[in-house]
């Protein structure tokens, strides 16, 4: 039994399950296609809804984030998509952690027997201390227990605290199985490769071990149910060697991806969302994954813009587009969206979805995947 199963969180939202079930359930490609009415591109899914809304780190905004138990309860709650960030352990497994310090999402510095861990590091040219995934053996990392990492934000999420391990990806890759049957459909996961260029480096390179997990699960091919992502382009081209599943580029507002900065390529993000720079993305990915920001920029008083022709263009290249993140606290939402005074209250999350929506955006990373739902059912009856 998965250690979601003996801790399966909360009850099934009816609304979203009722969306989900109006959306999930494989569609004929007909309602599929009119799901897609607002210009999706790339092959039709015939199981993925459009626009889908991917569970960010599973359903961060209620439980503490890259667990079985927020991944349990983002597909409870509806998500058509539940996402996993990859860092590796010192002997080679795949773990589920939004990057190799695990400082603020666990509970090692309350672990005497790891006290002598704590060490600096540079990772992709930044300097941080703490304990890394890549000094500690799964065994030692089990261990430990997983916490809220933003507790200032998010008090209700620490009555979570020490309740689940740290995920391996194939204990994720069995659990998304088990639930896929229950369920009598596929669970869709969409899973990074964090600091690929700084992991390869120090001769645990990412891409092997998750190509080897992915044949061996049956995700390799260009129709399973994953999307492969990265901000590192080389670590999408590395994967489109090894296998056949669908392939992501995430992109920050600015600046150069670290491994163009690791090797010397002088392009920017700037440049990569130019077209020459869409059509080299097309060459060896099917998707984009921008920063909210590059849909709709923000104004010197964080309301939102002009929104610029970036869904446009990444179209017009045949790529489909997934940006992060939506929150619905008013410290994460744009201000003309925020209500109140409270940063940690909920704000009009609603109609920051809806002005993304608008934009022709193919679905997006939400810590909120029920919120999302509704936004996205909101959406698709105007
Ligand atoms: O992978 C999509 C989104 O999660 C990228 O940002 O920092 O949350 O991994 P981050
Ligand atoms: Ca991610």
Known sequence: MTQAARHTPGRRTVLGAAVLGSAAVALPATAQATERGHGGHGPVRPDLPVPTIVGHRGASGYRPEHTLGSYQHALDLGAHVIEQDLVPTKDGHLVCRHENDITAT????DHPEFAGRRTTKKVDGVSLTGWFTEDFTLAELKTLRAKERIPGNRQRNTLYDGRWEIPTFEEVLRWA???????????WLYTETKHPTYFRGIGLGLEEPLAKLLRRYGR???????FLQSFEPTSMQRMAKLVSSPRVVLLNASGRPWDFQATGDPRTVADLVRPEGLKWIASFAQG???????????????????????????????????PYTMRNENTFLP?????GTDPNAYGDAFGAFKAYFAQGIDGVFTDNPDTGLLAR??????
Not at 377 to 382: C, I
Request: glycine share 8%.
């Open 377 to 382: 059912a909101d959406f698709l009856r105007r």
């Open 288 to 322: 984009l994954g921008p920063t909210l920001d590059l849909i709709i920029p923000k104004d010197a008083t964080g309301k939102l813009g002009t929104p610029t022709t970036l869904v446009r263009d990444a179209h017009a290249k045949g790529l489909i587009l997934h």
């Open 106 to 109: 666990t509970d090692v510095a």
């Open 220 to 226: 390799d091919r260009k129709d399973s149910a994953i």
């Open 335 to 339: 201000a003309d969206f925020r209500r």
């Open 177 to 187: 199985d088990d639930e896929g049957r229950r369920r009598g459909r596929r669970v």
